[in-house]
């Protein structure tokens, strides 16, 4: 049994070989016929165990990179010395990869059964996948993976399918606003401190503190690339530049000229609920994810406004 990441293998492993020699899924789950018991006789082997003689059936499960060939990429061999007597490639005689990629391959006919590609398209186009980039496009797919894992599981929380996608769309906002900002933030040190913090005396008291602390975190993310939720500070930028009439300067006049492109109060929309959905579902959990339906409709949205994060760093079309 192949699992498609290392995700989906840690679930697998709980099912099929629980940590503590606790039951399996054989005996939670009512497959295994009465009359059978008697002669069940299923050892599973994990990745980095070795697989030893069986007597019996085995299941070996492993993920798929590790029957990647990596030969290439790494010496098998050593500096040895005579007196430390035979020379041993580590790298070689602890490669369980190569032992399974070897007992699988020594057969003349293999089934290869791929559930993976159906499950992906049911969720979102498989255009859409097709047009990300690789790190985007593993991140959907491992979301969409673990989804599946949990989809059939009674009163499982689904939180964990959004992990992976956390980092993806952080990822896709921090550089929508670095390409966006950047070009226009000064050089120097000097003129930086006014363009980050310019005069707020005239400003609402009330939305001061907003304005510094969105200031201090745009600093830290241009010049530093290291801001504090990216996601959130895309969505106050966008809100302040469509919605905001404020008129403070610096670099929140660049919000306002950098920000206003086709198809940005759609995308401040999609932000909004992804954020808000971070917050309780996920980052926080305060309302439990439990309803597969809406876990697979935000998954989708997740997916579809990472796509279009993305795409709209690398848009130059403004209004």
């Known amino acids: 049994m192949i699992a498609p990441n290392l995700t989906v293998f840690e679930r697998l492993k709980e099912d099929f070989k629980p940590e503590g020699g606790g039951s399996d899924i054989f005996d939670n789950d009512p497959l295994i016929t009465v009359e059978w018991r008697g002669d069940w006789n299923l050892t599973t082997v994990l990745q980095d165990e070795a697989g030893g003689a069986h007597t019996g059936g085995v299941l070996y499960l492993t993920n798929i990179h590790r029957l990647f060939d990596n030969t290439n990429r790494r010496s098998a061999k050593g500096e040895a010395f005579d007196w430390m007597g035979p020379a041993v490639a580590k790298a070689t005689a602890l490669d369980t990869g190569a032992f399974l990629r070897d007992r699988i391959t020594s057969h003349e006919r293999v089934m290869v059964l791929n559930d993976e590609a159906p499950a992906v398209q049911s969720v979102v186009p ?88 969105l200031g201090r975190n745009l600093r830290k993310t241009l010049v530093y690339r290291s801001g504090i939720s990216p996601l959130g500070m895309l969505r106050s930028c966008l809100d302040y530049a469509l919605n905001d009439s404020t008129k403070i300067g610096g670099g929140f006049d660049t919000m306002t000229t950098g920000l206003r492109f086709i198809g940005a109060r759609d995308l401040l ?51």
């Open 126 to 213: 498989e255009s859409l996948l097709a047009g990300l980039p690789d790190r985007l496009k593993r991140a959907a797919d491992e979301a969409i993976s673990l989804y599946r894992f949990f989809e059939k599981k009674p009163g499982v929380n689904f939180a964990p399918v959004f992990t992976a996608l956390l980092g993806a769309v952080d990822e896709c906002a921090k550089g929508l606003v670095i390409q966006k900002l950047s070009p226009s933030m000064p050089a120097n040190q000097v003129d930086q401190q006014d363009w980050f913090s310019p005069y707020l005396g005239k400003v609402d008291q009330r939305m001061r503190r907003h304005y510094e602390k």
């Open 269 to 319: 929309d999609r932000v909004r609920r992804l954020n808000d959905f971070r917050n309780s579902h996920v980052a926080h959990q305060e309302h439990p994810l439990i309803d597969p339906h809406a876990t697979k409709r935000a998954l989708s949205e997740w997916i579809e406004a990472m796509d279009q994060l993305w795409k709209a760093g690398n848009l130059q079309t403004h209004f």
